[in-house]
């Protein structure tokens, strides 16, 4: 019965969307219709949690006369697996979309009172017809609330892989990134058609670029922490084209970000942003379709059942293409904004937006470039991680080299050599660092101490934006600090961005270039040493876990310094599926990780054992979250600044960085 | 998206990545060094976008094999792959040739940083054109300056 209801409720979000959509951009200069608008969002809203809900309700009561249910849940499965098995699937996954689509657009409602109408209408009107376009795809093509008759008895269960806490956070958090770009681009919609556009309307598209921005960065640190400790061999990114998809709208997401900063302080670069903007959603829309139409598989695939497929390749074309005619049709009609000289901070976050659009371009043509030849002449090549490694790389170095300039470079003007003079100390202390860890650890890959040393470099030069605004070492001691606590949220929410990137590089470096690695065969009792951490094999355990069986293989690992921990490593054997998945055992160290992995019995009774050593590996994920947690921080400062500019009881402190 | 690609990989090949195993290892610690470089570059055939290295199908296995025998019977690097293509096509190597065929694909990038790089220059030049154009004086403008620095 929930189930049907729950169905009802999607068509019915299907109808309103349409409604709202068609009245919406019909009706959009007549004010009261931003109301009939506002309620028909928060209608979408309920009208979609429900038949989420109902879903929720059929999987965590193991009802398998739901399709559904039956394909991708099992009794036998822990709860909280049931609940995440819901989006584990693709027809549950496209409501989870559309859920979040819908929060967006509800959100908007809720919060854009003080907007003014007709904006709200048209950007509301394109939410509306982005939910509609697809809950009509999921309804026609992916219905979730098909039943089966008679109901079986028993599900086929989730697949082992996704059977994991991952599944509980990532696709959500990376949903929520993707999709929240959608309110950028109904904004972008919205501007282009009512020709208006003003420092306002970046104030307003910049929050929602900081939330979609944050998720994504936490949804993709996630998704790549999961496939390290899950798919078992101790990668981290794979450049694959699912990985893609969401690393695009990233890249373009980031520029979004800094241009949108320009655009809200000096009025500039609107045509540009607006051009982001729509940009980033296109990515996130042709990301949906490379991971839904199954096109990633083979072109072959793709055609035999294109239903799908050609169903979203329609609406991407619907909506780019509309998007992008609008755009070259009405971009002309914006008036050009404020002025700044080549050398200034506008000239390097425009600087910042090349090498970002650049990078997307090479992801983008990198990912599609083998489907394209093999549709198009038949030949078939792969294009693979090497490749964007270079690629992406080469473009990503000069960014980064320029990176710490950024933030120092005043508005409308700047000076590099006194910026450069004011950096000296950053890059001092970036390349005595350097040296110092390759003295004391000996170098082994050529390119490594460059790369460390860019990560220094950002580092510390993020750090030295901080210190030179609080005075330090020009000024005394308490009152520099008082000075530090006393900048801008913003100020420390770009440090701590940046430091972030930093952190990243530091860490991707050093885990590639000082990784140890060990495949042998062990007997219990058996002792190995990798990277001097000594390493016992306790022998195998036979263990029945709920729903699954367990081979758990226990070592002792002793540390450097004497302290010695217990690992497991298991192979596991699903029941309902019989499939074998492997859990590797990680130890953390700091910020280093032993990671170990229990390969196949051999014949002779001895067990095939891999330890990999990352030393600082765990940086790179720390990096993501110090940006995110950096975007989260000037979000908090920029709530009190949303709305309908007020009579300003604002101290200038209020207005953000500081010209100079 | 990972979960995806996890979902992907189990229709490809129904059992968990385990990569190289010990029995296959060269005792030669410097060809060995060299089959790991090579293997990270050759595409298992039969997987989702993963390398021989980091693969545990057994075509994966057959190829790791196929590489140690050429570097055991004294190939260098470009020969071993050289040998892969004439047997698999250009689909084995996950790093493409620069050829005809790819040259919009390896100049892609580079391509939208010089392009990009010259639209805003020009735009940067007309647009500063247009500005200083608007805000030049006019003569009534100047005679009243010149007329309030003569004071």
């Known amino acids: ?660 | 998206m990972r979960w995806l690609l996890a979902l992907v990989l189990l229709f490809a090949l129904s059992a968990p990545a385990l990569a190289v195993r010990p029995d296959e290892m060269l005792a030669d610690p410097r060809l060995e060094a060299r089959a790991r470089v090579i293997s990270e570059g050759i595409r298992c055939l039969v997987c989702q976008n993963q390398s021989i290295d980091s693969s545990d199908a057994d075509l994966a296995h057959d190829l790791r094999v196929i590489v140690r025998e050429r570097l055991t019977a004294g190939d260098n690097d470009d020969q071993v792959r050289a040998y892969l293509v004439a047997r698999y096509g250009e689909y084995v190597l996950l790093n493409p040739v620069m050829a005809p065929h790819t040259l919009l694909l390896w100049i892609a990038g580079p391509l939208v940083l010089v392009g990009g790089g010259v639209v805003v220059l020009v735009a940067a030049r007309r647009k500063l054109k247009l500005v200083t154009g608007v805000s030049g004086l006019t003569p009534d403008e100047a005679e009243a300056l010149k007329e309030l620095e003569g004071r």
């Open chain 1, 1 to 660: 019965m929930s189930i049907e209801l729950g169905h009802f409720a999607l068509i019915l979000a299907f109808a309103i969307a349409s409604v709202s959509a068609v009245m919406g951009l019909v009706f959009w200069k007549r004010e009261a219709f931003a109301g009939y608008l506002q309620q028909g969002a928060l209608l979408q809203f309920l009208l979609v949690a429900a038949a989420f809900g109902a879903l929720i309700q059929a999987f965590v009561t193991s009802d398998f006369s739901l399709k559904l249910a039956y394909e991708h849940s099992h009794s036998l499965q822990p709860l909280i697996f049931k609940i995440t098995a819901v989006w584990g699937n693709h027809e549950g996954s496209m409501v989870l979309w559309v859920l979040i689509l819908v929060i967006m657009g509800a959100a908007v409602a809720a919060f854009g009172r003080n907007l003014p109408k007709d904006l709200l209408t048209l950007v509301l009107a394109m939410q509306s017809l982005l939910a509609a376009a697809f809950t009509g795809f999921t309804l026609f093509t992916s219905n979730p609330f098909l039943r089966l008759v008679p109901a079986p008895f028993e599900g086929m269960d989730l697949n082992p892989v996704l059977q994991d806490i991952g599944l509980a956070i990532h696709p959500p958090l990376l949903y929520t990134g993707y999709v929240g770009f959608s309110i950028c681009f109904s904004f972008a919609i919205a501007a282009l058609i009512s020709g208006r556009i003003d420092a306002a309307w970046a104030r307003w598209v910049r929050p929602w670029t900081l939330v979609s921005w944050c998720f994504l960065t936490l949804g993709i640190a996630m998704g790549s922490y999961w496939a390290y400790y899950e798919l078992g061999w101790g990668g981290w990114w794979f450049w694959d084209p699912v990985e893609n998809a969401s690393f695009m709208p990233w890249l373009a997401g980031t520029a979004l970000l800094h241009s949108a900063l320009v655009m809200e302080k000096r009025n500039a670069l609107k045509i540009w942003t607006i051009f982001l903007s729509i940009i980033t959603f296109s990515l996130s829309l042709l990301g949906t379709f490379m991971v839904r139409s199954g096109i990633l598989t083979s072109v072959h695939t793709f055609a035999s059942d294109p239903t799908r497929g050609m169903v979203i390749l329609a609406l991407l074309a619907c909506f780019i293409g509309g998007a992008f005619s609008l755009f070259a049709f009405r971009a002309g009609t914006l008036k050009v904004g404020g002025l700044f000289a080549p050398i200034s901070r506008e000239g390097a976050l425009i600087l910042n937006n090349l090498f970002l659009a650049s990078a997307t371009a090479a992801v983008l043509v990198g990912t599609l470039y083998p489907l394209l030849l093999d549709a198009l002449v038949g030949e078939t090549i792969s294009v693979g991680a090497p490749f964007f490694d270079l690629t992406f790389g080469v473009i990503m170095v000069p960014l980064l080299i320029v990176l710490p300039f950024g933030p120092f470079l005043s508005w409308k003007r700047g000076d590099v050599i006194a910026v450069t003079q004011r950096l000296a100390g950053a890059a001092g202390l970036a390349l005595f660092v350097t040296i110092l860890c390759f003295a004391l650890t000996g170098a082994s890959v050529s390119l490594a101490p460059l790369g460390l040393l860019l990560g220094f470099w950002v580092s510390f030069g993020a750090l030295a934006e901080l210190i030179d605004r609080a005075k330090f070492f020009r000024t005394d001691v308490v009152t520099s600090f008082r000075r530090l606590f006393g900048l801008p949220r913003t100020a420390w929410s770009t440090a701590i961005a940046h430091f972030g990137v930093g952190m990243s590089v530091i860490g991707i470096v050093a885990a590639s270039a000082w990784q140890a690695e060990l495949v042998t065969t062990m007997t219990p009792g058996q002792v190995v040493e990798i990277a001097e951490h000594e390493i016992t094999f306790q022998g195998i355990k036979h263990e029945e876990g709920p729903n699954y069986t367990s081979d758990a293989g226990s070592f002792f690992v002793r540390a450097p310094g004497g302290d010695v921990q217990t690992a497991v490593a298991e192979r596991r054997v699903y029941v309902a599926s019989g499939m074998p998945t492997t859990e590797a055992s990680i130890l953390t160290y700091g910020f280093s990780q032993l990671y170990l992995q229990l390969g196949e019995p051999q014949a002779d009774g001895k067990s095939v054992v891999r330890v990999w050593y990352k030393p600082y590996v765990t940086l790179i994920w720390l990096g993501c979250v110090a940006m995110a947690f950096a975007g989260f921080l000037s979000l908090s400062y920029r709530r009190l600044r949303i709305g309908a500019p007020k009579p300003a009881k604002a101290t200038g402190k209020t207005h953000g960085v500081p010209a100079e």
